[in-house]
Each structure stands twice: as C-alpha cells, then as structure tokens.
C-alpha cells in the first residue's frame, strides 16, 4: 500500500491555459475527494466520488472544473482557463469509510 | 451545515511545555471530530478522531483531545511537547460525506 499518490506536484502554468492534475487513490478505497486550500486556510471541499459517482460537488467548483473517476479508480480535476485566484494547493483523499480518509501530499498550482 | 473555529492562528511554545491547541465546532446533528496535522511539504495526516464511545481519544505520538458536547469543543492537548511537534494542525468535522476544516493552528515548538 503506496498511499495516496497525486501528480504531478508541482505545476506552474500561466493564465488562461488548462491544466490536469491526477489522483490515484489507495486501492480497495471507493470514496474519493478533492479540496483546495490556500495559504492559510484549512482545506474546502471541491468534490466528492463514490467509485465513479460524482455525487457532491461544492460551489466553489466553477464550470471551469470537471473532475472525473472512470472506473472508479484514479481521478483527475482539470481546470480550464485558469485564473491567478486559481493558485492553491489541490488535495486529494480517499476513504473506505466516511470518516477515515487519507490524504495525497497535493498538487501545488501556480497561476502566473 | 457545520463548521469549525480554530481559536489560535499560531501556538509558539518551549520544548516539553504542555500545549492546548483550541477547536470549536457547530452542528445541528451529530458529527464525527478529528485532528490531522501537516508537516512542512507534506499531506495531512489523521492524528486523532472520534466517532463514538469514550469523549477522550489519544493518539501514539501523546497527543489527546477530549469531545465536550455541552461546550462543542474538541480541544488537542499534549502534556509534554518536541521539537518534532512543530507542524500544522487542523481540526475538522465530519457529517456523511461532508467534512469541514477549520484555518489550522501552526504549532511551532522552541528549543
């Protein structure tokens, strides 16, 4: 068990390109989530997975994101046209349980 | 829908002092409490939860947090800290699928 593993770590891109992050949860784990947290502040809930039913998604997920989990595996978050308020560390989790999830080390994005 | 209150932003305190770490809830149902904390560049990490059962739950590393429903608080307590506590820690709470993080408290523990 490799835990929860998100690439790619890093990603630097400027205003108005589209970026794609990926999450591969750890494996048996059907529920999977996505927060965004920003310097100082906890983490916000984005979006929630149940194998690949979407079934929760925040307001602050934008038309400009999508997140998918085909075959209820690994998942990725795109976010289209980005924007400078974009730049936030992109958390991921999953859990086999409602309350026990684990956590990725994050995708650090800068909009530049 | 619930939220947290972390009441300290940052907590600086002496190598193998006592440290409280302050966490206030709201709810109208229910909830499931945890703490994780989050070392420099890394994920957060579940240090303590709870569910059910006994209001004082521990972790390995020494730390503790008591559940008060009157007061809905689930302070984190450690009565002795190291240097290697320093790191940030979150508290959240947790109803179905929908779990809330306070800001975070940066711990920082001084030689």
């Known amino acids: 068990d490799t835990g929860v593993s998100q690439n790619p770590r890093h990603k630097i891109t400027k205003r108005g390109q589209n970026v794609t992050f990926r999450c591969d949860p750890i494996?048996?784990?059907?529920?999977l989530y996505w927060y965004r947290q920003t310097l100082g502040q906890g983490p916000e809930f984005l979006t929630y997975?149940?194998?690949?039913?979407?079934?929760?998604k925040s307001r602050l997920l934008s038309d400009r994101f999508s997140a998918e989990r085909p075959k209820g595996s690994f998942s990725t978050l795109e976010i289209q046209r980005t924007e400078q308020g974009d730049s936030a560390m992109y958390l991921c989790?999953?859990?086999?349980?409602?309350?026990?999830?684990?956590f990725g080390q994050g995708t650090r994005l800068t909009v530049v | 829908a619930q939220s947290v209150t972390q009441l300290d932003s940052q907590v600086p305190v002496f190598e193998e002092a006592p440290v409280e770490l302050r966490c206030n809830y709201s709810?109208?149902?229910?909830?499931?409490l945890f703490w994780y904390v989050q070392y420099p560049n890394q994920g957060l990490q579940l240090l303590l939860k709870?569910?059910?059962?006994?209001?004082l739950v521990e972790s390995i590393n020494g730390f503790e947090a008591e559940f008060n429903k009157s007061q809905t608080s689930f302070h984190l307590r450690k009565p002795s800290v190291h240097i290697s506590d320093t790191a940030e820690y979150f508290c959240?709470?947790?109803?179905?699928?929908?779990?809330?993080f306070g800001a975070g408290t940066r711990l920082t523990v001084k030689p």
């Open positions: 989790a999953s859990s086999l349980r409602t309350h026990e999830a684990f």
């Open positions: 997975f149940q194998n690949e039913a979407q079934l929760e």
């Open positions: 709810s109208s149902v229910s909830v499931y």
């Open positions: 959240a709470v947790s109803v179905g699928n929908d779990m809330r």
């Open positions: 494996s048996e784990h059907n529920r």
């Open positions: 709870y569910l059910s059962g006994s209001t």
